[in-house]
């Protein structure tokens, strides 16, 4: 789930793409699970990017690359910078602390001597050494004056730049030259742990200079750019953005002669992949089986069909199964020569697109990503922290990874963080915060809270104190006299009149529930009017029925076993807006959606599931909190304590009352968790920093806002052709090492000639 855009000039944004008010938590399991050392058994996933060494990569051609659609900038910094952004700048620009395979920033030399802590006290200062070759697209090298610019326009200090975030700017306190223009001494007014993330990417000055330049001027073009390739257009109507190598660079010379970002929607790739319009696509799982199936009907390297389940698929044997299929014989031939003759065509086409498939291969690992379930707690049942508990330990998050993870064979262990991912530092599983699954020790939570089984058909309020059976029950006599005892005949009527209301009005709600793309689970059970079951009542005398075997009128009707094991509470049934995405990219989520409503009604809370575009999903319902329950993405980086705090930070009211969020869409936190972050951010040894965030991760498992639930799958489909190029997992992409293994034969260069 990309990353919905935030207000200018004060919110902080994630750096990578997308993808709560209770009191401090007390409990006791935390003080156990703050200083153990990483979790020995978290291995990540290993990228899967075809490896091989520069000399074997052929030098020049043409590279197509699948984006979702040509970004509206190309200032990473704006609020609107979305993946495409990431990915084209990541080609153009100096990032002086990519992440490697284990998820840590590493120093690149091609920019970077050489850059360290060189003082703590009384401030915190870092030196950087630039490479004395790095030198702008325009000749000019890269110094103190861009360091300087960039730092001015982020620092949040002048309004007038539209920054989506300035995290760690707004603590430098000056920036200097060193001897010369190479070096750059930056000193901070609060110490900085993660100062690696800064100046990644870092713009020329000509762009982050003046608002004008850094609002406007580089949402379309960068005239000057410091990496392996140069811009050369941007084409919005032809959706394309082309890069060719950049002739100043320094470094190992770029293997492509140009590399195109081509606009094609995820809907369209399986047929942008076989018409070679695009050498490299993200690709979901559907796509990926019709090439693994591909793969299968040429034989695995475009030879004949092979062995096993799926093999042997040629034209006549898909024809021969179609006319099985459609009951072709000997007294329907005549009928069926036309429909053979259409088939045979169709037959052909899907032959001729599985030959254009098979020259692909699936690469796949997990990205530094994981989707969770958000429980939104500013209002409602899911403002009591025990309800959302329950919730949480009601949920099977195994069973949830293995419905994703396991047809892809990927490993399906859940995450155990929300701060780091397996296989990166610091990483431990702090989900014992919370507690194994154990749906008794959930419902014994609810019932804490006052969500009782059929909780929904009465009120508290009915019930009157002084009541015969509370009488008795403190060891009262109940009033004698004639007069008394009619009272509570009058008494017990008008009761029973009201519970007849109140089962009446249940059913009128949950009707009215059934909105078009709304569906309650627990309402259609058998016996339930709503599900078409006979729905029989008191007075729906039957032939032949046995005498006295109905209720005198009046009397009101048993409410069905179903509603009975509905949890509610005060007359209101425990009921949560399940809310999901309804595009064709979004079918994993529907499939976990699907089980956790399954899960949740196994213990009588009911969901209302709501399927809404994709295009509004996260701005119109996660945003703006419009939910109870929903699935997306977080990314994981390599600056938890800097990019994680605004996801879990303690939301404050506004003035006009209503609530600062920041990125906090589960609205759950509190003020010990940003302590915690607060400290781990200005910690400066690494190893008491991660210890810092661990503490505060296991507040967050606590705090039952947000429960991940498996690390997203990364399926990219390349040409079998291409070398160092697929599921980069955590790391970034080498681009100057990218290219074909042998000379391009399909597509032509972006220029239209070989």
């Not at 010369?180 to 100046?199: G, I, M, N």
């Not at 609002?215 to 750019?225: M, V």
């Not at 009033?479 to 008494?491: I, P, S, T």
């Amino acid at each position: 789930m990309s990353h919905v855009g935030v207000p200018r000039g004060t919110a902080r944004k994630r750096r990578s793409v997308a993808l709560l008010a209770t009191g401090v938590l007390t409990i006791p399991v935390l003080a156990g699970c703050t200083s153990d050392s990483e979790d020995p058994t978290s291995v990540a996933v290993p990228q899967d990017i075809a490896p091989a060494s520069r000399d074997r990569v052929a030098d020049g051609s043409t590279l197509n690359w699948a984006i979702d659609a040509v970004p509206s900038t190309l200032n990473a910094f704006q609020a609107d910078a979305d993946g495409a952004t990431t990915r084209i700048t990541g080609a153009l620009l100096p990032s002086l602390f990519p992440m490697d395979a284990k998820g840590e920033p590493r120093l690149n030399p091609d920019y970077l001597e050489s850059a360290k802590v060189i003082e703590r006290e009384p401030k915190q200062v870092v030196l950087y050494k630039l490479n004395q070759q790095a030198v702008w697209s325009d000749g000019r090298e890269i110094g103190a004056p861009d360091f300087v610019a960039q730092w001015r326009a982020l620092s949040g200090k002048d309004s007038a730049f539209w920054t989506a975030r300035n995290a760690g700017y707004e603590r430098i306190e000056k920036i200097e030259r060193g001897k010369d223009d190479l070096q750059v001494r930056v000193t901070f007014s609060k110490p900085y742990a993660d100062w690696r993330s800064l100046f990644s990417p870092l713009y020329p000055k000509e762009v982050t200079g003046s608002p004008g330049t850094f609002n406007d001027g580089a949402r379309t073009t960068l005239r000057n750019t410091a990496g392996p390739f140069r811009l050369r257009s941007v084409n919005k109507p032809k959706g394309t953005v082309v890069l060719d190598r950049n002739p100043r660079w320094w470094g190992d010379e770029a293997r492509l002669d140009s590399l195109v970002f081509r606009a094609v929607e995820p809907g369209k790739r399986t047929d942008a992949l076989a018409e070679g319009t695009v050498d490299v696509a993200d690709i979901d799982p559907a796509t990926a089986n019709s090439i693994a199936l591909a793969a299968r009907y040429r034989g695995g390297n475009g030879g004949p069909p092979a062995h096993g389940p799926g093999a042997g698929i040629t034209p006549a044997a898909a024809l021969r199964s179609w006319a099985l299929a459609h009951g072709s014989d000997e007294e329907a031939a005549e009928t069926a020569r036309a429909a053979r003759e259409e088939t045979r065509e169709a037959v052909a086409v899907y032959a001729a697109e599985q030959k254009s498939l098979s020259g692909f291969a699936v690469r796949k690992s997990l990205e530094p990503s994981y989707t969770q379930l958000a429980l939104n707690g500013e209002s409602g049942p899911l403002s009591d922290d025990r309800v959302r508990r329950a919730i949480a330990r009601t949920l099977d998050r195994q069973e949830l990874a293995d419905a994703v993870l396991k047809p892809l064979g990927l490993p399906a262990k859940p995450p155990g963080s929300h701060l780091a991912l397996a296989g990166q530092p610091g990483y431990k599983d702090g989900s014992g915060a919370l507690g194994e699954r154990d749906t008794k020790e959930a419902q014994a939570l609810l019932a804490d809270a006052g969500w009782t089984p059929g909780g929904a058909l009465r009120s508290t309020r009915d019930t009157k104190a002084g009541s015969e059976a509370e009488k008795k029950d403190e060891g009262e006599k109940p009033a004698a006299g004639e007069k008394a005892a009619d009272e509570d005949k009058d008494e017990k009527a008008g009761k029973a009149g009201k519970k007849d209301e109140k089962a009446e009005d249940t059913e009128k709600d949950d009707k009215a529930s059934r909105e078009e793309g709304e569906y309650t689970v627990g309402d259609d059970k058998p016996g339930s009017r709503s599900s078409g079951g006979s729905g029989v009542t008191a007075q729906d005398k039957q032939p032949g029925g046995v005498a006295g075997a109905y209720a005198p009128v009046g009397t009101a009707a048993p409410a069905p076993a179903a509603v009975k094991s509905r949890l509610g509470k005060d007359g209101k049934p425990l009921s949560l807006r399940f809310v999901l995405p309804s595009g064709p990219g979004s079918q994993s989520l529907r499939t976990v959606g699907e089980k956790i409503v399954a899960m949740l009604d196994s213990i009588g809370i009911s969901t209302q599931v709501t399927k809404v575009a994709d295009d509004s999903y996260f701005k119109d319902h996660i945003a703006s909190g419009d939910y109870d329950l929903a699935l997306y993405s977080w990314p994981a980086t390599a600056y938890p304590a800097t990019d994680g705090r605004p996801i879990f930070a303690k939301p404050e009211p506004a003035t006009d009352g209503s609530l600062l969020v920041a990125q906090n869409y589960t609205r759950v936190g509190s003020d010990h968790i940003d302590q915690l972050f607060d400290r781990a951010v200005a910690e400066l040894d690494a190893d008491a920093s991660r210890d810092l965030l661990k503490q505060a991760d296991a507040r967050i498992w606590a705090a039952a806002g947000s429960i991940p639930l498996y690390q997203r799958p990364q399926l990219v489909a390349v040409d079998k052709k291409l070398a160092n190029i697929g599921a980069f997992g955590f790391a970034a992409p080498r681009y100057q090492d990218i290219g074909f293994t042998a000379r391009q034969a399909a597509g032509p260069p972006a220029n239209g000639k070989k």
